[in-house]
């Protein structure tokens, strides 16, 4: 039976994988992850070596099939170890793209969470990233999966250039800040789709100038690195971090006031004021779907379905795809050096039509017949 690992205070405990806490734990940004996020530079460009990239891409992005190679995977492990909370929508449907291209492999799969989404302090992280260290040693996985920047930065970069085959997937970072990729490691980085989803909010309404706004976080740091460097052929006005709840309500204001749009880099971790516990991320996002008078745009599909207006959004499910299938190939003999670093490239074209309702949008037929079209909230 497949089981979940999560760190706690009294240490690594396995359990089924759907059953998990739901209790927030006090919370605190670390200053000095977000220098070390700042100070390693952003390139958008893939990291390159002499690869056969296209022929691997290519591979890559087939779903997996039973075939002869089952008896090199039959009763192996994998360990997957992700950043953050089981809770967190955006970690399942990762989990749920890997479980998919297991599919009749033979594969025992064990997950870990490190939890740092809610536990944002350093002492948490690099404890955290100990213990994932530990259950390695424990469980002595014949690949690992490693699940956003955390989980690089505080466990996986550990095993560069080691024995240990390393599969990345959701890296917002440049990957070289971790080592990567190695002769052991190869994996999926994270982008926003961000002019595909500015070209679909100007189907909607008229955009010219822009604001870009989200809680303080490494990982948001890190993307609006590489956001800046996109040509979007609007205007934007202000690249905004927040650390609390009045914070948000303040940027929304103002800009509803300044710009035609905002796009929303994340609200997961905006504190409550006065303190470092997390506002409840789906009480963030409805205010916001009820306060904004201007286009919201976003970028995964549960924030859409928070009640964000548009967004060409990223599908976990592609990401945990593209990164198993990456280990499978590993596991039957393939190099991971050979393996070029890549990214996700599915986006799911999304409106929220009770939002669109609010600000008076109404979808014509065609976007109407070409989106995701969601609503209930």
């Avoid at 690099?126 to 690089?152: F, I, N, S, W």
């Avoid at 905004?240 to 609200?267: C, H, M, P, T």
Wanted: charged share 25%; aromatic share 6%; glycine share 6%.
């Amino acid at each position: 039976m497949n089981t979940a690992t999560t760190v706690g205070a009294g240490g690594v405990h396995a359990r089924p994988a759907r059953r998990a806490g739901r209790v927030l734990i006090p919370a605190m940004c670390s200053a000095a992850m977000l220098a070390t996020a700042l100070a390693a530079g952003c390139r958008d460009e893939l990291p390159t070596k002499p690869r056969t990239a296209d022929a691997a891409e290519s591979a890559a992005n087939q779903p997996a099939k039973p075939t002869a190679g089952q008896e090199k995977t039959d009763g192996r492990r994998v360990l997957l170890v992700h950043s953050y909370h089981p809770e967190y929508p955006w970690v399942d449907s990762v989990t749920q793209g890997v479980k998919a291209a297991m599919q009749g492999t033979g594969l025992a799969l064990e997950v870990l969470y490190m939890d740092t989404k809610r536990h944002t302090d350093e002492a948490w992280k690099t404890e955290a990233g100990r213990r994932a260290r530990q259950k390695v040693d424990e469980y002595r996985p014949d690949v690992v999966l490693a699940c956003d920047d955390d989980a690089q930065q505080f466990f996986a970069r550990s095993y560069v250039n080691t024995t240990t085959p390393l599969v990345f997937t959701g890296v917002d970072a440049d990957p070289s800040k971790y080592g990567y990729p190695a002769a052991n490691v190869t994996g999926v980085i994270e982008r926003p789709h961000l002019k595909e989803s500015l070209a679909l909010a100007q189907r909607l309404r008229s955009i010219r100038r822009v604001a870009v706004l989200s809680c303080r976080d490494s990982t948001s740091v890190a993307a609006l690195g590489f956001m800046k460097q996109e040509q979007l052929g609007v205007e934007v006005a202000e690249w905004l971090l927040v650390e609390d709840f009045d914070q948000w309500k303040l940027a929304v204001a103002r800009f509803n006031e300044s710009v035609d749009a905002l796009i929303i880099r994340s609200y997961q971790a905006v504190k409550q004021p006065g303190t470092q516990v997390n506002v409840d991320p789906r009480e963030v996002a409805a205010w916001t779907a009820r306060k904004a008078t201007i286009p919201t745009i976003a970028f995964h599909d549960f924030e859409i379905r928070d009640g964000m207006l548009v967004g060409t959004v990223k599908s976990g499910q592609e990401y945990g795809r593209q990164a198993m299938e990456y280990a499978l190939q590993i596991l039957r003999g393939t190099s991971a050096a050979s393996l070029p670093v890549t990214r996700a490239k599915m986006g799911i074209q999304m409106v929220n039509s009770d939002t669109a309702a609010i600000l008076g949008i109404s979808l014509a037929d065609d976007v109407a017949r070409e989106v995701t079209v969601v609503s209930g909230k």
